[in-house]
């Protein structure tokens, strides 16, 4: 099937907001006195959530204290979210071209919708995306299917003709489940990496640069 619009995942895919995440979450540590994490270890499962990362510094916590600490990295994360952030280096080229073709494209992340929003307020892209689908948009979330339903929705494609990025096994079963075209963002943020190779994507980008290479072709 032919490829008329483009979906990404948000985090490790679309944007590189690892850093951002990193600071906010040491700054809790330093807040509730436990040590500092290092940036590669946090890396690895920014697309796990808010909730992995938390528990990444407080492996012992559970319920409400659990939850304090999350909320606190998420509001830190919230008011320091794009000091850092940026589109990964080399999609940028991809984006002009999806803009140059006038192919649509959008943004489906789990990421909830008021630290998405928060996020998009200050980055600029060529054309801005047709939509975008939050973790809360609907009562179900990746890997159902439906939020890309409504990314195609909005994106007036029918789902087949579109492609769908991501960096999580979930974002490829969700854009299989869905009839999409699914493509595995091997530069993001890939907590099983030896097993991604072997994911049920249609293509692999080892580096954005690929990607933008790709969109040329369509």
């Not at 679309?14 to 946090?42: G, I, K």
């Not at 916590?61 to 830190?76: A, H």
């Not at 179900?140 to 339903?149: E, F, S, T």
């Amino acid at each position: 099937m032919s490829i008329n619009c483009i979906l990404f995942d948000l985090d490790g895919t679309l944007l590189d907001t690892s850093y951002d995440f990193a600071y906010a979450l040491n700054q809790t540590c330093r807040a509730f006195n436990v040590p500092s994490l290092r940036y590669q270890d946090l890396r690895k499962i920014v697309s796990q959530g808010g909730l992995a990362m938390t528990k990444l510094a407080f492996p012992d916590m559970e319920g409400e204290p659990l939850e304090t600490r999350k909320q606190y990295f998420l509001n830190t994360y919230f008011e320091n979210i794009d000091h850092h952030t940026q589109i990964f280096p080399g999609l940028e080229t991809g984006l002009q071209t999806l803009a140059d073709k006038n192919i649509p494209w959008g943004i489906v992340t789990n990421k909830p919708t008021w630290l998405t929003e928060k996020l998009l307020q200050n980055m600029h892209f060529p054309t801005s995306p047709k939509a975008v689908v939050c973790g809360d948009t609907l009562n179900v979330n990746k890997p159902n299917p439906a939020p890309l339903h409504l990314a195609a929705e909005q994106c007036k494609t029918p789902s087949q003709n579109c492609l769908y990025i991501g960096d999580h096994l979930r974002d490829i079963e969700a854009g299989n489940r869905a009839g999409m075209q699914t493509a595995a963002a091997m530069f993001g943020y890939i907590l099983d990496a030896p097993n991604a190779p072997r994911w049920p994507a249609h293509h692999f980008f080892e580096t954005p640069y690929e990607i933008s290479q790709y969109f040329k072709t369509l």
